[in-house]
């Protein structure tokens, strides 16, 4: 009540009053709603473009949290969702299965990293993190051998239910959870900028893997933590590792070599232990490759995807794995079927948008135009580098960063920058843009179909809220 009081329809007009509305009843993810502002009420959207009751227009400046990839309200996504609608909206895909269920297997297993040949839908990205880590271990208990050890990185995000929440990075979001929370085992990211090693960029042989030669040996302590020293120290308790491949997401935007990827392939193999591929966020193109498994070539054992994949209309989770996965569940003995399912599994409305997503992808080679855009970012972003709250720029696909800091030599990121976030997020507002840093990360990553004046112009309110908030 306290929200509607204070902000009586300051973003909705009286007719509709949504924003009050709203606060009577609802509950927002990851907002605090006694002291959050009103939200903002959107009646529509096109393009790159979301429009609000009052008759605002705001750029999309994060795809709608990573989902949207051709623009808001495409013609022919909207054709392909009704089509279906009109055929079949949903049946139970236990004992039944349906035209866009099987054709967007086919479709996928096409376009996938070569190998990745059983697709297991599910709903959402915290759930295809869920089927993988399940299946991960049940092909080893499957084949008699109980491994209890999952080994994820430092900044790691897979989702928000409580596996895939225990392989993220503990933090101020999953602390209240803390005692729900399984145990997993931590291993250096690559964050260059904040390199766990303490190398200098010039010199780095991607040391945070734990190679023998690693000059850092010398310090126990932080080569205890390199994947290498670990997979050494629980080698056959391991059940996977699991990775978000070159972009690690809501843990800060890191951008990593395609050394490490591949670095990470290679240690799975030699430990024989498994390798799940978190790209929820970077599937369908958003790094400048289909796949972010495309920049090191290698092949994960089993994929997770979500976010992008019906091009962001409707949610669905896709788990892919290899047929020696897949072969390890077949048998005569029942326990070893693999036992998840959600009501919603295979949901036909959301494979058919799918498919229509893989045709635009192809139709208007959304990759290649994802490989502009990086261009266009990084060129645009580049005057802050030079800006004294400013560490690191990074660029890769169509996601451009830059990580504020309050004192450059240091590197740190505490003091004044502790509620950045809410006030550049209302200065981009002001502006017309929608972006929600995190933390001290300020990055853009709109739909694909930005043009580059557009891109000019997203990336020039980027470096004029920065001087803005945060002094020039
Ligand atoms: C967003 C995200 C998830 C969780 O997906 P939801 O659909 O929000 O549950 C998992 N992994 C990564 C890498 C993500 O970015």
Known sequence: MRDDDQR???ASTPASNLAARDAAHLWHPYTQMLTRPAPIPIVRGEGIYLYTDDGRRLLDGTSSW?????????PVLNDALAAQARELEHVIFANCTHRPGVELAERLVAVLPSGLTRIFYSDNGSTAVEVAMKMASQYWSNQGQRRRT????HHAYHGDTVGAMSASERSVFTQPFSPMLFDVVRAHAPYCYRCPMGLDRSTCRIECLGDDVCPVALSP??????LGAQLERLGSDVAAVLVEPMLQGAGGMIVWPAEFLAGVRRLCDQHGVLMIADEVLTGFGRTGRLFACEHANITPDIICLSKAVTGGYLPL???AATARIYEAFLSDDRTRTFFHGHSFTGNPLACALAIASLDLVRDTRAVEKVGQLEGWLRRGLEPLASHPSVGDVRVLGGVGIVELVSDKATKAAGGYL?????????????????LRPLGNIVYAMPPYVITEDETAWLTAQMCNVIDEVLGA
């Open 8 to 10: 009586p329809s300051q």
């Open 66 to 74: 990573w989902v949207n990839i051709h623009g808001h309200a495409h």
């Open 150 to 153: 999952f080994i994820t990185l």
């Open 221 to 226: 302590e932080s080569w205890a933590s390199t």
């Open 317 to 319: 989770g896709v788990t």
């Open 418 to 434: 502790d509620d950045v976030g809410p006030r550049l997020t209302k200065a981009f507002l002001d502006r017309g843009v929608l």
